[in-house]
Structures are given as C-alpha cells and as structure tokens.
T-cell receptor, first 112, second 117 residues
Framework: SQQGEEDPQALSIQEGENATMNCSYK?????LQWYRQNSGRGLVHLIL?????REKHSGRLRVTLDTSKKSSSLLITASRAADTASYFC????????????FGQGTELSVKP | GAVVSQHPSWVICKSGTSVKIECRSL??????MFWYRQFPKQSLMLMAT?????????EQGVEKDKFLINHASLTLSTLTVTSAHPEDSSFYIC?????????????FGQGTRLTVV
C-alpha cells in the first residue's frame, strides 16, 4: 500500500534553478530515503535520513525531515539537465524487516 | 556496498505463458526479499515479501497463485508470473531486506521489464 504523497507530481525548471520536492507520509517512521529513477530504469539511492535527524546534505542535495508534520523535502540546488528524472521518497520502520513504502513520486524536468 | 543481481533485465512473452525473474544477493545473505511492481508513470508498489525457507507474505490485492515466490536459499529469491496477461506488463524490481535495518541505504536489483504480448 502507498503511504507517501509527493508534490508536485511534475516539476519543470530551467538549468541553474533550484528544485524542491515534498513528501508526506501517514504513519510513524524510523527512516526516510530519497531515490532517483531515470525513465524506465532502476533506482538510484540518493540519501537516507533517520527519524532523529532534521536535515542532511549530500553534494547539491539537501533533505529535511519534520516528523511532527510527517513530511520531508528534497532540494536540488543549481539543477542540471542531467537531473531530469523521477524522484521518490520511501519510508521504513525498523520493526518491519526493512520494508519500504514509496511515495507517488515527482517527475522533474530540467530544461537546458 | 551490497550487490544485488536481478535477471533478466527485460523479457517479452506471449500471453498465457509463465516468466521467472531471479534476484540474487551476491555478497551477503538475504533472509528477506521484497518484490515491487511499477506500472508506467507510477510509483513502486510492494507486491510481496519473501522469507528464506518459509511462505511469502503478499500485500492486499496481489494474487499469490499468480505471482509465485520462492526463496529457497539465502542468496536467491524468484518471482514467477504465471499465465501472464498483457495487464501484467510492468517493471518488477527486487530488494533484499538487509540495508535499512542497519541504517544504511537499501539496495535494489536492476529491475525486469516484462512485456506480455
């Protein structure tokens, strides 16, 4: 079953601009992960944030987590055409054997 | 990091035939394997969880007799789509249930694109 809702569903920006994608979930979690998927391909892990963390950075990526609002955001700074892909959040709980539930995803298009 | 090998990467089959998808964990033992399905322009939906040496657990709405899962060893889990129909055409992807428990990233197989004609 799907837990997460992501918005926007689609986002189109110009190269160099920042892209922000949001993810909301319904139940308590222990971790939240962001993945990238190029059209019809496999998943690429971007970043994992634990429920006791509020913010994490990795290169041009910045992820925030607000457990009180049950939401997370992924910010991609200085976007490039190569960032064009679908982005998904996925939530997990430690007592569920590593099970991940995915959000609906955001389709990002970065125009050169 | 952990290596997961999924095979085949794509398959085209005739309606009514069965297709087997393999997922191997190459450098660790996977007691649990998650199988996901993704239709075009949609997200990943968890289909079932396979456990080594026991019966798989299926998510609501997933037919266990149609999607046969076998997890006979700690390094291999298989998903067989039986009597495939065009509506089964989808992207199937596996993931061993190791990484997230340890607080590290979850590794996925490369995925299998199934087209039923």
């Amino acid at each position: 079953s799907q837990q997460g809702e992501e918005d926007p569903q689609a986002l189109s920006i110009q190269e160099g601009e920042n892209a922000t994608m949001n993810c909301s979930y319904k139940t308590s979690i222990n971790n939240l992960q962001w993945y990238r998927q190029n059209s019809g391909r496999g998943l690429v892990h971007l970043i994992l944030i634990r429920s006791n963390e509020r913010e994490k950075h990795s290169g041009r990526l910045r992820v925030t987590l607000d457990t009180s609002k049950k939401s997370s955001s992924l910010l991609i700074t200085a976007s490039r055409a190569a960032d064009t892909a679908s982005y998904f959040c996925a939530t997990g709980r430690d007592n569920q054997g590593g099970k991940l539930i995915f959000g609906q995803g955001t389709e990002l298009s970065v125009k050169p | 990091g952990a290596v997961v090998s999924q095979h085949p990467s794509w398959v085209i089959c005739k309606s009514g035939t069965s297709v087997k998808i393999e997922c191997r964990s190459l450098d660790f033992q996977a007691t649990t394997m998650f199988w996901y399905r993704q239709f075009p322009k949609q997200s990943l939906m968890l289909m079932a969880t396979s456990n080594e040496g026991s019966k798989a657990t299926y998510e609501q709405g997933v037919e266990k007799d149609k999607f046969l899962i076998n997890h006979a060893s700690l390094t291999l889990s298989t998903l067989t789509v039986t009597s495939a129909h065009p509506e089964d055409s989808s992207f199937y992807i596996c993931r061993p249930g190791q990484g997230v428990i340890k607080g590290t990233e979850a590794f996925f197989g490369q995925g299998t694109r199934l087209t039923v004609v």
